[in-house]
């Protein structure tokens, strides 16, 4: 297949790619999103659009992600199958499609227990892998779920979440390799802090052969204070921070430079890790900090690839 994006030429012709995460207002704060975009324009391959993430009523995915491409910046925008059934779904792909939006990250979505509306009821019509096949089905087949034609079919490289430290490994492998079956053409992992055990993951990526059939980029959190990461390791499911990490945070003098120092460590021992097409920034409503963490990782100028 042809790149069908900036971001799928990137990764195509062999490049580190580098995508980081736009969190959307929780308002219609245009001017926000239009601030936001421009941190990123040139640092990243494609600007990462999340969808009501922790449950929390924002600013929707699609309508953020064609602001961001106005702003000249290639977005890939995120579609959580918790608040849609096949039907908003399947529309919803389309009128990405029709605004130019070229690449889909399918997600389960956080339950809505997590956010400040827990009393909302979910759909769940259809699962991550469902929703994988459905929009290659799109985009391949031209056709709807029903089996219905479609004569415009969406083009979407397709994405999808990996989990490396989720439990037990093997399940969840096998759970990828169930994405990969369904149409998944790249994985965006959960935030690496145990460079060592996200190694380990990818040995078992590799013996599976999964690194040759989609593309994988790891997710990276850059580090802001010692109480930052305690929290995160607390509360988030599927992150392990090493005690020695959050030890060397709470003795540094100034947290926030030695949090950059072992975010740009962290991101050279993945760079070196075998499988690793490249890596995902989350700032965490930081947008601001990304062109600085790009630029201190060697990772400007990006890439002029050509879509073919």
């Not at 988030?236 to 947290?255: E, H, T, Y």
């Not at 926030?256 to 975010?263: A, F, P």
Request: aromatic letters at 6%; proline letters at 4%.
């Amino acid at each position: 297949m042809t790149a069908l994006s900036h971001l799928q030429a990137v990764l195509k012709q062999g490049h580190f790619a580098v995508t980081a995460e736009i969190g959307p207002p929780m308002s219609a704060n245009v001017n926000l999103v239009r601030q936001k975009a421009g941190y990123y324009k040139g640092y990243v391959d494609a600007a990462n659009i999340t969808d009501n993430q922790s449950a929390v009523v924002r600013m929707s995915s699609i309508a953020t992600a064609a602001i961001v491409q106005q702003e000249g910046v290639e977005t890939v925008f995120q579609m959580t199958c918790r608040d849609r059934n096949r039907i908003a779904l399947q529309s919803d792909i389309l009128g990405a499609a029709g605004l130019g939006l070229k690449n889909l990250l399918c997600l389960s979505g956080d339950h809505q227990s997590f956010g400040n509306d827990p009393q909302a009821k979910n759909v769940y019509d259809l699962d991550s892998i469902q929703l994988i096949h459905t929009v290659k089905g799109m985009r391949d087949d031209k056709r709807f779920i029903n089996g219905k034609e479609i004569k415009t079919e969406p083009q979407m490289f397709i994405g999808a979440a990996a989990h490396p430290f989720a439990q037990p490994t093997e399940l969840y492998l096998i759970s990828m390799g169930k994405k990969i079956a369904a149409g998944v053409q790249f994985f965006q992992t959960q935030a690496i802090f145990d460079v060592e055990g996200f190694g380990d993951w990818m040995k078992a990526v590799r013996e599976m052969g999964y690194h040759k059939q989609a593309y994988i980029l790891a997710g990276i959190i850059p580090i802001k204070t010692a109480r930052s990461l305690k929290i995160m390791n607390d509360t988030v499911a599927g992150i392990r921070i090493p005690p020695d990490l959050i030890k060397r945070m709470d003795s540094a003098d100034n947290q926030e430079e030695e949090g950059m120092r072992i975010t740009l460590e962290i991101i050279e021992a993945v760079r070196k890790i075998d499988g690793v097409a490249g890596i995902h920034l989350m700032p965490v409503s930081s947008e601001q900090i990304t062109p600085v963490v790009v630029q201190r990782a060697g990772l400007y100028p990006r890439p002029q690839a050509e879509v073919q």
